[in-house]
């Protein structure tokens, strides 16, 4: 598996270091900033700097300096933190140094997300009845697809979504051993420990991305569930575990608010002042249809087969596979795509459906070379796009 992981990754920096130029050269304000910093290693300095546009501007400036505007305060503070700390143990702050080991970290996370995603799997299948025989050779294809996320060059870059995507794929794995299904889909915490410490870990997670907060869809599932089955013990062992997740929603709200308000006035003024929701709205343009603008109808086509995916996956589950154990992240699956389609930036759902394994089960079940070939063709072309500074991002 790794030796797959390793040789896709060097065929994207292949890519990445051959891009001839960029479509926009408004990043070189910062790497002129930094040029005293290089590492002296034409091929490390040139990959490097490869990397420095769209979001990872802010990401790299956040490793280095504290936050200076508003919409910088969307950028994943503990992804930035868990930077700084390591940094803090570094006898030097220089920033192609801290950039080169974001980018390290990031795609340890990927790999060791993927090994967490095979363990996983393999429990999931085994569970349902239809593929436990062949459950270890799922998981592995499972794992094999998660290499090839069509998050393709994002994940090799210092993003935060390799390590929001490992702490939500450990959170839902703890969480799904520590439960049990009887005869008729019933559930019941078996062991209380191990759920709720799923819980901090989520809470964790949406630290590291926002989009973390939906996976509180399976906390309320269970709940749910537990309360109609009359397991009192079960059902305040569920409502115990979706607390660090809210505390962590409020705290976030709470920063942002006690930094600019009340004199910031506009966003302050709402009824649940929110700086993460107006800063989307405001600088990048998400809200209902907001997207849908004839300038962005090539996103719309590049992001097409993934939308087209994962609505196709909820069909094939729920009538050819049918499993209880699959509903909320079929649920989950739904509401990311509509919220992908209607609300967002439509081409950010090819790198942050990662966080939810149906995905690459579903990718597994139907193993396809044409399927293979695809993901890796696109993730080599993605790869171009983003070292030219072209959409999307």
Known sequence: MWKTFLALKLAQLVVLYNVPAQFDVSSDILIESYSSDRLGLPIIDRLLDGFLIWDNVY????????????????????????????????????????????????????????????VFSRKMFEKMPFFGLKSKDLAHKAALYYILSPGGIFLTASYSENLGSLLSILALYLREVSISYSANYHLKVRLWAVYIFSGIVLAAAFQVRANCLLLGIFYLYDLERFWRASEVSSTIISFVSGIPLFVSFVYTNYVGYKTFCPGRGEWCNHVFPSLFQYCQVHYWNNGFLNYWTPNNIPNFIISSPIVAT????????????????????????????????????????????????VFYWF????????????????????????GAFLPPA
């Not at 956040?62 to 390591?86: C, M, T």
């Not at 009538?319 to 950010?348: C, D, E, M, R």
């Not at 396809?368 to 072309?381: A, D, E």
Request: glycine fraction near 4%; charged fraction near 10%; hydrophobic fraction near 55%.
């Open 59 to 118: 990401f790299t400036d956040l490793f280095k300096n504290d936050i200076k505007y508003e919409h910088q305060f969307v950028f994943s503070p503990g992804w930035v933190a868990l930077i700084r700390y390591i940094a803090s143990l570094l006898p030097t702050q220089n920033f192609y140094v801290l950039l080169a080991i974001a980018t390290v970290v990031s795609n340890v996370c990927q790999l060791m997300a993927c090994q967490v995603l095979y």
């Open 363 to 386: 990718l597994a079940v139907i193993d396809n070379k044409m399927i293979r070939r695809g993901l890796l063709f696109w993730i080599l072309i993605q790869a171009g796009l983003f």
């Open 310 to 357: 994962n609505v196709y996956l909820i069909w094939y589950f729920y009538t050819k596979y049918p499993s209880h154990l699959l509903i909320p992240y079929l649920l989950l699956n739904a509401i990311l795509v509509v919220l992908g389609v209607l609300f967002w930036n439509i081409q950010i759902l090819n790198r942050i459906l990662n966080f939810n394994p």
